[in-house]
């Protein structure tokens, strides 16, 4: 007798289903095994998560002041619920040295057991992050305690305390907005795509508030780079309105947004170098571009160094002074500083710089005459 397709079609898939019940039910037998895998299956979960468990508490307990034993190694794995005996913890910690851990056994003595030797971030490392956090003023006292506690995670509880130092100078101005942060992820991802961003650009009001320049105008500009100056974060740009290298105040940016144009001027920034760029530029501030020579007393061999770098070349003039000739962005800042160190410093050239400076002396004496 010839069967019809449907017919096939339905004894199979009774045959189907009479197999899914035989693996759901199944035999005595069956279910032996299905449990004898269920425990395998177990067991090694519980492997996987015991070497694991003591990879997080030698991370986090130990170091070389703070040796952890056997016995505390399988109390701490207790509290989660796990077991095992010294045997099998030490096979786990052979498991992690061949990972790549890092484990000194100490063995024999009061004090027998094992630590983590080193780490990626030495403690002495990790004090410097954690007071460059402290002391940036553009971070926020919520988000230097957020980066902190990061930090902290990077080396064992006991050293996390030495970390937990409030080094903030009494009455230190910090941010109080995070705009900052979303500002300088935009940044990178402009710099990423190859694209220009726009954004408003703010200054400070009598009412001590933060207020657009420009009537609210956007600024469309090409960023080339972040860099840290006195304290604060900038944007070095290419702006195509006056076809110059520009630097901004990120934390005064406001609205910052990514924008589909391609970047601009790629060929101002070929060769361009932005340790140089920082230090011609005083407080950021720009001006015109010129080769000062200063004379200078021996003293201020130090304060010359630390502006200009140990690049410069430094001319003894006798025993008493010396000169010197560095790149600068003329401007009422330049001036400024040369002010600030008073007697001991002198501009030698060029004259049309000395005049300008004279100037600017000439307009301070004139707002305390009379």
């Given at each position: 007798m010839r069967l019809k397709p449907d017919f096939l079609y339905s004894k199979i898939e009774e045959e189907d289903l009479r197999r899914k019940q035989t693996r759901t039910i199944g035999t005595p037998e069956a279910q032996s095994r299905k449990c004898s895998g269920q425990e395998e299956d177990m067991a090694v979960s519980n492997t996987k998560l015991r070497t694991l468990y003591i990879m997080k508490t030698l991370l986090e307990r130990s170091d070389e002041e703070h040796v952890l034993s056997a016995a505390e190694l399988e109390k701490a794995l207790k509290a989660q619920g796990l077991t095992a005996d010294r045997k099998t913890i030490y096979g786990d910690i052979e498991t992690l040295e061949s990972f790549g851990l890092d484990i000194v056994q100490v063995k024999g003595g009061v004090k027998a057991g094992c630590y983590i030797a080193s780490r990626d971030f030495q403690l002495p490392e990790l004090k410097l992050l954690v007071d460059a956090v402290q002391a940036s003023k553009f971070i926020t006292t919520k988000k230097s305690r957020e980066l902190i506690s990061k930090l902290e995670k990077l080396t064992s509880e006991n050293n996390a305390k030495q970390l937990q130092r409030d080094v903030f100078i009494i009455n230190r101005p910090k941010a109080d907005n995070e705009t900052?942060?979303?500002?300088?992820?935009?940044?990178?991802?402009?710099?990423?795509?190859?694209?220009?961003?726009?954004?408003?650009?703010?200054?400070?009001?009598?009412?001590?508030?933060?207020?657009?320049?420009?009537?609210?105008?956007?600024?469309?500009?090409?960023?080339?780079?972040?860099?840290?100056?006195?304290?604060?974060?900038?944007?070095?740009?290419?702006?195509?309105?006056?076809?110059?290298?520009?630097?901004?105040?990120?934390?005064?940016?406001?609205?910052?947004?990514?924008?589909?144009?391609?970047?601009?001027?790629?060929?101002?920034?070929?060769?361009?170098?932005?340790?140089?760029?920082?230090?011609?530029?005083?407080?950021?501030?720009?001006?015109?571009?010129?080769?000062?020579?200063?004379?200078?007393?021996?003293?201020?061999?130090?304060?010359?160094?630390?502006?200009?770098?140990?690049?410069?070349?430094?001319?003894?003039?006798?025993?008493?002074?010396?000169?010197?000739?560095?790149?600068?962005?003329?401007?009422?800042?330049?001036?400024?500083?040369?002010?600030?160190?008073?007697?001991?410093?002198?501009?030698?050239?060029?004259?049309?710089?000395?005049?300008?400076?004279?100037?600017?002396?000439?307009?301070?004496?004139?707002?305390?005459?009379?």
């Open positions: 900052i942060y979303y500002n300088v992820d935009r940044i990178h991802e402009a710099l990423s795509r190859d694209r220009r961003i726009d954004f408003q650009y703010t200054e400070w009001s009598m009412e001590k508030k933060l207020v657009p320049k420009r009537g609210g105008r956007y600024y469309n500009v090409s960023p080339w780079a972040l860099t840290w100056d006195d304290e604060n974060y900038y944007l070095i740009a290419y702006e195509e309105e006056s076809g110059r290298i520009k630097h901004y105040r990120v934390d005064k940016m406001r609205n910052v947004t990514v924008s589909g144009e391609v970047r601009l001027g790629r060929e101002k920034f070929d060769g361009f170098d932005l340790a140089s760029f920082a230090k011609k530029t005083f407080g950021m501030y720009g001006g015109v571009d010129e080769k000062v020579s200063l004379l200078c007393e021996a003293r201020l061999v130090g304060v010359m160094l630390d502006r200009f770098g140990r690049e410069i070349t430094i001319v003894p003039e006798g025993s008493e002074r010396f000169r010197l000739t560095v790149p600068v962005s003329v401007s009422p800042q330049f001036f400024g500083w040369i002010t600030g160190l008073g007697r001991g410093v002198s501009i030698e050239g060029p004259e049309d710089v000395k005049e300008e400076y004279k100037r600017y002396i000439e307009g301070i004496l004139e707002r305390y005459e009379g």
